[in-house]
């Protein structure tokens, strides 16, 4: 995993005011004085004298602080200028020198600022164009291999048939030829047979014929004289048989090939893989950070915002029916979705009343509201994700082939879906398009590590983090929106098994868990520092389903009843 960047260690363990002995949230920054402050501290800042020109900005948008350089001609100054015509950074007091008397000095601050600025420019374009774009092109290629696999083995199925089509043929043809030849050799036989019953006969007729001329070579001569002269008649004439000749077939190896045929490469130029240019990135980009930046908006009209000390149930309903709350979604209308562990998913309206209820495959965070009011929810039978609109219609989105749905969350930010999935042996997250359009897969960390053990529950944080939990697992995963490893949590002691997550709109995280102190809702930052208990083992039993909703009231669902609960913990 790369090291954090200084904002992400800064945030690790809660931000904190940086005037002294405040420990209030230091959601501001002053950018003269680099430091953090509370709300309270950045108000008695901007009154005082000698700080009220101060430039005070959300933590968020500060100024970078120029790296400490001491300078090598006045080993006690800082280096804190730039002088233009030389080219050289310097401190004030080399500045006040003959060499640099007309010289005009810039602030090194300043351009220390634009060029860290520019530079993150640069590795946000790696981190949101060249990295998803690269992981797209190589999960095109891995897709390529599979297809091909799977045409390679289809064309030698189809040989061995053909093959085998043509062996049946050849027996069947031999069995003809050897049927004619028995057929051939009766005729013959028959013919001949007939041939020599012919001589038989006649010489039979020789023998009376001998026995004749011996009769009248015994007598007189006198009779022999006046008698009628014997002829003997011709000897039958025969014909040879025809002898049959085997003309052999006129083949070889080329005659074969043609009749099972040959595997070919089209004699075609390859197509080259389409990247998408920047420029459209970019414009996406651009469009989503709009989004996030309206969501950055939104959370600063909220900065006011804070933990409260103590956590105010709002309301509680029991919802008719399912048996327990596994897990809950909360539409723009602000109706619920709940579903129990036998597969029971209903919608009701603010006062728990039954809209509407259908029944699933099952699950745990098996079902997402989105932006435009639909729910998504996952068949982990069929392999397939379903849309129901707000009229109520069930429409097939998404099938996913061999890899079974376990949990899906839509983006707040950009209406993507995110999806984890498992098969044999292995887990993943799948990111599609509003349109249902794959675009990304997540599956290992920078060592080639698996990332996930069977993601039972999902969602999306205000910067873009993925945040997966499955109780087998014993952690909550973090990844990036490119989907590198960020972190992952495994709670505060032994015994950790996280259920549903959710996110709110400062950027926290909260994930409700079984453990063998009894069951809880954990608060943590952004970078997965924890940051305090929601609800303690006396408030909850067997927490499930967790989320927020554009009012900020936390809701609550339970695995030993069918009852909601609605907490605000933030003021």
């Not at 001949?192 to 014929?209: H, P, R, V």
């Not at 080329?254 to 009749?259: A, E, T, V, Y």
């Not at 032994?494 to 063998?516: N, R």
Request: aromatic content about 8%; proline content about 4%; hydrophobic content about 30%.
């Amino acid at each position: 995993m790369s090291e954090p960047s200084d904002e992400q260690a800064a945030m690790q363990h809660h931000l904190v005011c940086g005037t002294e002995d405040c420990q209030k949230n230091g959601q501001f920054y002053c950018n003269a004085c680099h430091r953090p402050l509370c709300e309270q501290c950045r108000d008695e800042h901007l009154k005082s004298p000698k700080t009220k020109a101060h430039e005070i900005v959300l933590y968020r948008h500060r100024k970078q602080q120029l790296p400490v350089k001491k300078c090598e001609l006045h080993p006690t100054r800082n280096v804190d200028m730039f002088c233009r015509e030389c080219q050289i950074p310097l401190c004030s007091k080399c500045s006040t020198m003959t060499e640099h008397h007309t010289h005009t000095f810039d602030d090194l601050e300043e351009i220390y600022a634009e060029k860290y600025a520019a530079w993150q420019g640069e590795f946000s374009k790696i981190q949101k164009y060249f990295l998803p774009t690269s992981l797209g092109l190589k999960t095109d290629i891995e897709e390529d291999a599979t297809k091909i696999k799977k045409i390679m083995e289809s064309i030698r199925t189809s040989m061995k048939a053909e093959a085998e089509s043509l062996k049946n043929l050849v027996d069947e043809v031999t069995s003809e030829n050897i049927k004619h030849t028995h057929t051939m050799e009766k005729s013959l036989l028959e013919m001949l047979k007939s041939q020599g019953t012919t001589y038989d006969d006649y010489m039979a007729y020789l023998e009376n014929m001998s026995d004749e001329f011996q009769k009248y070579l015994s007598i007189t001569n006198q009779k022999l004289l006046f008698s009628k002269t014997l002829k003997i008649q011709v000897i039958p004439e025969t014909t040879k048989p025809v002898l049959p000749v085997f003309n052999a077939g006129r083949f070889n190896k080329d005659d074969i090939i043609k009749l099972l045929g040959r595997v070919n490469v089209p004699n075609t130029k390859p197509e080259k893989r389409k990247i998408q240019p920047m420029e459209a990135v970019t414009t996406h980009m651009k469009s989503t950070e709009k989004q996030l930046e309206q969501s950055k908006e939104k959370s600063d009209m909220k900065q006011t915002l804070s933990l409260s000390s103590s956590v105010t149930k709002v309301r509680e309903y029991s919802v008719p029916g399912v048996g327990n709350a596994f897990h809950v979604s909360v539409d723009k209308s602000g109706r619920l979705w709940i579903s129990d562990s036998q597969g029971n998913l209903v919608q009701t309206d603010l006062q728990g009343n039954l809209l509407q209820k259908i029944q699933t495959s099952g699950g745990n965070g098996y079902h997402t509201a989105t932006q435009d009011g639909d729910l998504i929810y996952i068949d982990k039978h069929k392999k397939v994700i379903y849309r129901i609109t707000p009229d109520k219609k069930i429409t097939e989105f998404i099938k996913t082939g061999d890899w079974t749905p376990l949990s899906v969350h839509s983006s707040r930010i950009n209406g993507d879906l995110l999806v984890g999935m498992i098969i044999i042996g292995e887990s993943k997250v799948t990111r599609y398009s509003k349109a249902g359009k794959e675009i990304q897969n997540i599956q290992r960390d920078n060592q080639g590590q698996y990332l996930y053990r069977q993601p039972h529950y999902i969602t999306e944080n205000i910067n873009g983090d993925i945040c997966t939990s499955y109780f087998g697992n014993r952690a909550v995963v973090v990844v990036n929106k490119s989907g590198q490893h960020r972190f992952s949590y495994t709670g505060q002691g032994s015994g950790f098994y996280p259920y549903g997550i959710c996110t709110d709109v400062l950027g926290h995280i909260l994930v409700c868990y079984d453990s063998f102190i009894g069951s809880a809702v954990h608060l943590l930052d952004q970078d997965g520092g924890f940051l305090s208990v929601i609800l303690s083992p006396q408030g909850i039993t067997f927490p499930r389903g967790v989320c927020v909703d554009d009012e900020n009231n936390l809701y609550v669902g339970q695995y030993k009843t069918n009852t909601v609960t609605v907490y605000k913990y933030l003021q």
